[in-house]
């Protein structure tokens, strides 16, 4: 099943990239250009030169006060400005794909306006964080027209249950449940360490001023196993866009980079693996898609030593 589920997405990798190529190429990757292109700070010799770090993934000429503007100015219009983007490259398919096996306390961050709730699967109590107050709150809305349940994040035991949760008879163990929503700074979240069995992040890496350090709050947050004895270690997901294998491809990016940021809030031409290695993640499983532009990431927090 796994090995045919990748067929499939390799197969809705390439029906993308193609249309990318015949319909794309001229004004830009993918179908959200919409902008003239114009040079990106981020892709001079210097910034090319040092691409791995967190500094070079950031631009001077659209700060993150700019790409807020545009979270907030997008967030009732953005799942119909996007749908069918998302659709015909394949990438509903691939959030369900990765949130399909999440179960348990999950923290998302740049949630946005909840395009991954459909996805999560009954058992997951989440709680969804993001930048922009405008976004959030259409995530609630949604959240509560998909069923979701109100509720609140459980408390593991030394024993590995959620002792908290089994204790609320009117939370259903199978139910979805929106356990919070609000707007936090990825990287400098309000959780305590340790709290959540997943965290997931899909196209966030683009957006943050800092991925470095939004990466390492989700480690940090993420619960860790030390030995045998204890629950199984939490683990990070991670759907994003960035540079591609092909340096044509890439050098559309760059040219298109600060006028896409300015438009839509993210910068689509970073060094994700890069960033997630500087971010001291372990890397578990990687695959690309889009002409290596997609990255489906599965990654784990560092162990703690005893």
């Known amino acids: 099943r796994e090995a045919a589920m990748r067929v499939v997405l390799g197969a809705l990798g390439a029906f993308g990239a193609a249309a990318t190529v015949v319909a794309g190429t001229a004004v830009g990757y993918g179908t959200m250009l919409g902008s003239t292109a114009a040079p990106c700070s981020c892709s001079s010799p210097e910034r090319r030169a040092s691409s791995a770090s ?135 979240s309000p959780f305590a360490s340790d709290s959540f069995d997943a965290v997931v992040d899909t196209f966030g890496l683009c957006s943050f001023e800092d991925p470095v350090a939004a990466l390492r709050e989700m480690s940090r947050v993420c619960r860790k196993g030390r030995g045998e004895k204890d629950a199984p270690p939490g683990k990070i997901y991670l759907l994003e866009h960035g540079r591609s294998d092909w340096a044509w491809l890439s050098n559309i990016l760059d040219r298109h980079a600060d006028p896409h940021a300015k438009r ?38 560092p162990r703690r030593r005893r």
């Open 54 to 188: 967190a500094t070079a993934s950031k631009s001077p000429l659209v700060r993150e006060a700019t790409r807020r503007e545009a979270y907030d100015r997008l967030a009732e219009s953005f799942d119909e400005e996007i749908e069918w983007h998302e659709f015909m490259t394949g990438i509903k398919l691939m959030r369900w794909w990765m949130l399909r096996q999440l179960t348990g306390d999950v923290l998302e961050v740049a949630a946005g306006t909840g395009r991954n709730l459909a996805y999560y699967p009954p058992g997951v109590r989440l709680t969804a964080t993001d930048c922009s107050a405008p976004m959030v709150e259409v995530c609630k809305r949604k959240a509560d027209r998909a069923g979701y349940a109100p509720g609140a994040r459980g408390f593991f035991g030394k024993n590995g249950k959620n002792e908290k949760l089994e204790k609320r008879e009117n939370v259903a163990n199978k139910a979805r449940v929106l356990a919070d929503a609000r707007v936090s700074d990825a990287a400098a």
């Open 264 to 301: 839509w809030g993210c910068y689509w031409n970073r060094d994700i693996l890069a960033i997630v290695r500087e971010a001291g993640l372990e890397i578990q499983s990687v695959a690309r898609y889009h002409l290596g532009t997609t990255y489906v990431i599965v990654a784990a927090p």
